[in-house]
Nanobody, 115 residues
Framework: QVQLVESGGGLVQPGGSLRLSCAAS????????MGWYRQAPGKQRELLAS???????TYADSVKGRFTISRDNAKNTVYLQMNSLKPEDTAVYYC?????????WGQGTQVTVSS
């Protein structure tokens, strides 16, 4: 099982940027499908972006063009660069790792977009 630790959340003004990081422990990181999700109060957890290998990415329509997912396999880390943030981006952001039967989640990091 891979252990995931997110960081980089915080309070940002509308239009601002944040970069989230997710550090993974364990072996075979480069083979994992990595994803970023978020969950706002009263809403279901939604998939924002995913990355397999280093360049195959997918994005939800709600973040396409504003968010960028990337990974550094040498550092066992996946990133989510978030630009042009909106108040509706306020949520707890989670990192996810999947490989075979492994489906691991981080503890989440709070992102609040407010003036």
């Amino acid at each position: 099982q891979v252990q995931l630790v997110e960081s980089g959340g915080g309070l940002v003004q509308p239009g601002g940027s944040l970069r989230l990081s997710c550090a993974a422990s364990g072996r075979l990181f480069s083979r994992y499908l990595m994803g970023w999700y978020r969950q706002a109060p009263g809403k279901q957890r939604e998939l924002l972006a995913s990355i397999i290998q280093t360049s195959s990415t997918t994005y939800a329509d709600s973040v396409k063009g504003r968010f960028t997912i990337s990974r550094d396999n040498a550092k066992n880390t996946v990133y989510l660069q978030m630009n042009s943030l909106k108040p509706e981006d306020t949520a707890v952001y989670y990192c996810n790792a999947r490989l075979g039967v492994t489906d691991s989640w981080g503890q989440g990091t709070q992102v609040t977009v407010s003036s």
